[in-house]
DNA sequence: CTCCCGATAT
DNA sequence: ATATCAGGAG
């Protein structure tokens, strides 16, 4: 496990390599976003944007969505994957959202997660991204990044990740930490090709070290 | 834990 | 062919 200044050194580099690290997901306000987060759930964000980007021209109201049949969502969402759950899912959203909120989301974080297809993470991205209140949204990228580096324990929950981080990380740069982490993971420390060779963080990452040793063999 | 699921990279 | 992708719900 990494002390409190090894991961100071860890965020700084990544600051360092991805000065523009934001939010990917294309949007043009709050409801939009939270409809392109919930898209994303085992999905690349590139593939989210290609679809967005003709859905948001078609609907763009809760109305909207609630006017056509759940096939016509379903069929317009297709390319994305798992989208008979995000389809209906959009649609009760869309109906809680008129019914329990007089059609403004909400701007708290346990609020949204009553959202079915908002789960924490989810949450988490919109609460820090469309309100800007701070939070850490423990994705895949930001949870393989903290085990590998050694943030926390190999088997900790995605909760316990994100306990650990905003108790090692000052409040004001949650938002920041979280968007570089994925940049991080996303673009260098990668699931199936981490970039080791060439990574500033290798002298302080443990499971950096141990890949590097196994290739002593080969070359 | 399993299921949902198409697109893309490896 | 298989792994992975800004997960969430039952």
Same mark, same amino acid.
């Given at each position: 496990? %990494?002390?409190?200044?090894?991961?100071?050194?860890?965020?700084?580099?990544?600051?360092?390599?991805?000065?523009?690290?934001?939010?990917?997901? *294309?949007? $043009? *306000?709050?409801?939009?976003? /939270?409809?392109?987060?919930?898209?994303?759930?085992?999905?690349?964000?590139?593939l989210?944007?290609?679809?967005?980007?003709? %859905?948001?021209?078609?609907?763009?109201?809760?109305? !909207?969505? =609630?006017?056509?049949?759940?096939?016509?969502?379903?069929?317009?969402? $297709?390319?994305?994957?798992?989208?008979?759950?995000?389809?209906k *899912?959009i649609?009760?959203?869309?109906?809680?959202? %008129?019914?329990?909120?007089?059609?403004? =989301?909400?701007?708290d974080?346990?609020? =949204?997660?009553?959202?079915?297809?908002?789960?924490? #993470?989810?949450?988490? /991205? /919109?609460?820090?991204?469309?309100?800007?209140?701070?939070?850490?949204?423990? !994705?895949?990228?930001?949870?393989?990044?903290?085990? $590998?580096?050694?943030?926390?324990k190999? #088997? !900790?929950?995605?909760?316990?990740?994100?306990k650990?981080?905003?108790?090692?990380?000052?409040k004001?740069?949650?938002?920041?930490?979280?968007h570089?982490?994925?940049?991080?993971?996303?673009?260098?420390?990668?699931?199936? *090709? @981490?970039?080791?060779?060439?990574? @500033?963080? =290798?002298?302080?990452? $443990?499971?950096?070290? #141990?890949?590097?040793?196994?290739?002593?063999k080969?070359?």
């Amino acid at each position: 496990m %990494l002390n409190k200044q090894q991961i100071r050194f860890c965020l700084d580099t990544m600051g360092e390599m991805f000065p523009d690290a934001h939010c990917e997901l *294309n949007h $043009r *306000n709050p409801f939009e976003l /939270v409809i392109a987060v919930s898209l994303s759930a085992q999905c690349t964000d590139v593939l989210v944007n290609k679809v967005t980007a003709t %859905l948001f021209e078609k609907y763009k109201t809760p109305e !909207d969505y =609630l006017a056509v049949s759940l096939e016509e969502l379903q069929n317009d969402i $297709r390319s994305i994957g798992l989208y008979r759950n995000k389809a209906k *899912n959009i649609r009760k959203l869309c109906q809680m959202l %008129l019914e329990d909120y007089g059609g403004i =989301l909400p701007q708290d974080r346990d609020e =949204l997660t009553k959202f079915p297809g908002v789960g924490r #993470k989810t949450a988490n /991205v /919109v609460v820090s991204v469309a309100f800007g209140i701070p939070a850490i949204a423990v !994705d895949t990228h930001v949870e393989r990044v903290s085990k $590998r580096l050694g943030f926390c324990k190999w #088997k !900790d929950s995605v909760l316990e990740v994100e306990k650990t981080l905003m108790k090692k990380v000052p409040k004001e740069e949650w938002s920041a930490t979280h968007h570089r982490m994925i940049f991080f993971g996303r673009y260098h420390c990668k699931a199936q *090709n @981490p970039q080791c060779e060439i990574c @500033p963080l =290798l002298e302080v990452c $443990r499971e950096g070290k #141990k890949r590097m040793k196994g290739k002593d063999k080969i070359g």
